[in-house]
């Protein structure tokens, strides 16, 4: 039985299924769907890094424009001859302090509504599962350089503030599509200054680049990936 989705998640999953019954060419925002976005905040963020269990695998952070390995911060502890695995938050939180940006991947296996909402939109198309990850950024400091999306691409803005650059549509592939310079994204088609509760659904291989310059930003994304 499908459970009830968040009403937030609800006017999300409206304005998805309206870019589908008529799919834009490149892109499509709506401003203000969600008034005060409550369904996913800073602090269940925080809960989540604080988390023992979590691991390097589930978290990127970058600082300086520089990934922080996270991978070195692992121990274990033996307990009744057991290995339990656990992570250092200290290098973390200090990435953190200093500024770093923040990509936790999988909130749509953490979160049980967002999972379902996941689920919801699996149903849409024919061979369709799609990825959710939440992006803390800070002023000047960003996750990702310029790139494209192999899959199209569902984003909501949840908190603070963040410009969204978007490029002329190239062709769809899966290779070579990270860390696009500015002679490959080309010049700037559109630009969107994404603000909570703003929506915005960005077709496959149009290349965009995001920019911070508010004091942070926290948004959700959905990778739609499509196996048709």
Not at 157 to 166: D, I, N, R, S, V
């Amino acid at each position: 039985m499908k459970q009830k989705l968040h009403k937030e998640l609800q006017a999300l999953l409206d304005f998805y299924h309206r870019q589908r019954q008529n799919p834009p060419e490149i892109f499509t925002y709506a401003a203000g769907i969600i008034d005060k976005p409550g369904f996913f905040t800073m602090a269940d963020l925080q809960r989540h890094l604080n988390n023992p269990l979590l691991q390097p695998e589930w978290v990127h952070v970058k600082l300086d424009g520089k990934r922080i390995e996270l991978e070195k911060t692992c121990f274990y502890k033996t307990v009744q001859g057991r290995k339990l695995h656990f992570m250092d938050k200290e290098v973390l939180s200090d990435a953190i302090s200093k500024g770093a940006a923040v990509v936790l991947e999988g909130i749509d296996i953490l979160e049980p509504g967002i999972n379902e909402f996941a689920a919801r939109l699996d149903d849409s198309l024919p061979c369709v599962l799609s990825n959710s990850e939440v992006f803390l950024s800070q002023q000047d400091s960003e996750a990702y350089q310029g790139h494209c999306d192999a899959d199209d691409v569902l984003v909501v803005q949840l908190a603070g503030k963040k410009t969204w650059q978007l490029f002329q549509p190239q062709q769809r592939r899966y290779a070579d599509i990270q860390e696009l310079n500015d002679q490959q994204l080309g010049p700037v088609m559109e630009e969107i200054a994404m603000r909570p509760g703003d929506a915005l659904y960005v077709r496959a291989g149009v290349p965009h680049r995001c920019i911070t310059s508010a004091p942070f930003s926290l948004h959700m994304s959905f990778d739609l990936v499509d196996n048709t």
